[in-house]
């Protein structure tokens, strides 16, 4: 079943959360951000159109939580402008179960897939 309107709000605020967090550990970007959480989620979604520049990201991919950050900021982005594609897994398909969702809301691939991808070298 497709998440309803509901599932994707709650999964917004805990990637916003999420973001949050990352980002006040990774001080360059937790100033700049600050002032978009005050809106609340559906302001954010509306202003936060512009992701990442692709020089925030490669320095973002340096490290563990910056890759997190990044995949949270993604997570967010398709959330607000592609919500069809949120939650089905980017390898085969399937909705991604919410409960998954829940607990790792960036999640791009089901839990088989992922195991797989893990399990592959270059990824
Ligand atoms: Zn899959």
Redesign the pocket.
């Known amino acids: 079943m497709p998440l309803d309107n509901g599932q994707r709000e709650a999964l917004g605020r805990l990637l916003e959360r999420e973001r949050s967090r990352l980002a006040a550990r990774l001080q360059r970007f937790s100033a700049q951000r600050d002032d978009v959480e005050v809106g609340g989620f559906s302001q954010h979604m509306a202003e936060d159109a512009s992701a990442l520049t692709e020089r925030e990201t490669a320095y973002l991919l340096a490290s563990e939580e910056g890759r997190r950050l990044v995949a949270v900021d993604q997570a967010l982005d398709r959330l607000l402008h592609s919500p069809e594609s949120f939650g089905v ?1 980017e ?2 398909g ?1 909705e991604i179960p919410y409960a998954r969702l829940e607990a790792v809301p960036a999640a791009r ?2 839990l ?2 992922q195991t797989g991808v893990e399990s592959r070298s270059g990824w």
């Open positions: 897994c390898h085969c399937v691939s089901c088989e897939c």
